[in-house]
């Protein structure tokens, strides 16, 4: 993916009404579906301009691999099926992570 203009950033909307943004790192096309890795928006220090502090340990915070389902003629962000599902996805994006960085 090209950063040329800077972060995609993606605002979703769960179940219970609550938004939350996501900034998407990759996308990838699996058997017919899309996918996309995200991270969980970092919100900026208001006085620095800089990353406010992210503990990676927390459960909030993680990548976020999410697939286009098309309902209702409308394409929309849903979660993967099953464990397997996420652990392939999780695999595939692992791999083009790990040989960009090694490019």
């Not at 928006?41 to 620095?48: K, L, M, P, R, Y």
């Not at 301009?49 to 389902?69: N, R, T």
Request: no cysteine; net charge negative; hydrophobic share 35%.
């Amino acid at each position: 993916m090209s950063e040329e203009f800077g972060p995609d950033f993606i605002t979703l909307t769960d179940e219970n009404g609550d938004e939350f943004e996501l900034e998407l790192v990759d996308s990838l096309e699996h058997e017919g579906v899309t996918y996309y890795a995200m991270f969980p928006a970092v919100a900026e220090d208001e006085e620095t301009g800089e990353p406010a502090d992210v503990d990676a340990d927390d459960e909030e915070y993680g990548l976020v691999i999410m697939k286009v389902i098309q309902e209702n003629g409308e394409e929309l962000l849903s979660t993967p099926d099953s464990d397997e599902e996420l652990e392939t996805i999780y695999d595939l994006f692992m791999e083009r992570f790990f040989q960009e960085e090694n490019d």
